[in-house]
């Protein structure tokens, strides 16, 4: 466990080093410990007391949690939901951008962009995915959505096909839980992944949008 604190706190410590350009001394100065310390930190060779942790929390704006590998990441609204959801910081970062990004008003849009935000190229990169929240919504709040989901999923995991079986083919989720199986027949999956699919999202577009647009989830509209 001291292995596993001491490699967190090492990798941690260089990332808010590097995010501020500083060399080893430098950094050391600017959180108040001894170079060499730092240089020990920075080796996995020791781990600092409480009050150098708390130094360099306050120093740095992070919390211990963070520093020893408690939660993933330095803001600890997206460590809240990378651990409800599973969802790598990262992922939950390009979210919240792309809601951001999806509350602008559009003749505003690359001015507010280049102005306002820290990584204007990663927003502009991100302004196609702007309906990314709408698309989840919808997919995982209905039963037709799961199973549009579903279809897709059978190409995004690479679902491999076995004909052994004597009722239906069944395509095998290489990265699914242990065990999972999903059955589709072979002439049901092909016509939905290439001929119905657009087809049948249009359809579930239609029917839950103006529940979107009313403020209420398609749960509230279908039990009105």
């Not at 590097?18 to 240089?39: L, P």
């Amino acid at each position: 466990m001291n292995d596993t604190l001491s490699y967190t706190f090492s990798e941690r410590i260089r990332k808010l080093r590097t995010a501020r350009g500083m060399n080893q001394g430098q950094f050391a100065d600017f959180v108040g410990v001894s170079r060499g310390a730092m240089s020990y930190y920075e080796q996995e060779a020791r781990t600092p007391d409480i009050a150098v942790l708390k130094s360099i929390c306050v120093k740095c704006n992070v919390s211990a949690d963070y520093m020893l590998g408690i939660i993933p990441d330095p803001n600890h609204a997206v460590s809240d939901v990378c651990r409800e959801t599973g969802l790598y910081p990262n992922v939950v970062k390009r979210l919240n951008l792309i809601k951001q990004i999806h509350d602008i008003k559009s003749g505003e849009l690359i001015e507010i962009i280049v102005g306002e935000f820290d990584d204007p190229d990663e927003a502009m990169r991100l302004t196609p995915f702007t309906a990314a929240t709408s698309m989840t919504n919808l997919l995982l709040s209905t039963e037709e959505g799961m199973t549009v989901l579903l279809l897709l999923s059978a190409i995004i995991f690479g679902a491999k096909l076995d004909t052994g079986s004597d009722v239906l083919p069944i395509f095998r989720f290489p990265n699914a839980h242990s065990g999972l199986e999903i059955s589709y027949s072979l002439q049901n999956l092909t016509a939905a992944l290439w001929v119905n699919v657009q087809e049948e999202v249009a359809k579930l577009r239609d029917r839950f949008a103006p529940a979107e647009d009313n403020g209420k989830s398609p749960v509230q509209a279908d039990k009105q």
